[in-house]
């Protein structure tokens, strides 16, 4: 017997025609091999998203006062705030290699509160 899938919205009903497909006679390599690529890709933290290796996006609460130098020095000197930030934090850790890590943070227990 066939569902009827006719309130469904264009698209889904192939879809999942296609899983029942699959259901009965098996998927191929290559389906699951794009299936965990495309899991892998939605595992990605956006933080990491379209960046080269090495880089990463972070949030920083600034005063406004120095946020307006910095944005008036990357306009004079005619790059972007990221190559200006890359910079000054470039020089102000050199010298800085041994530097420890930070200790892993034990989880409180709920508990104990």
Known sequence: MKKDFSSLPKG??????ADEDEQKFGSSETDVASTRHHEKKYREKSSYKGLPDGWTRATFIL?????????????WERITLKELLEEALTRYLEGKEDVLDLPVKKVRSISKR
Do not use: G
Not at 63 to 75: G, L, N, S
């Open 12 to 17: 889904l009903y192939q879809w999942l025609e």
């Open 63 to 75: 005063k406004e006062e120095h946020v307006t130098k910095i944005r008036a020095v990357a306009y």
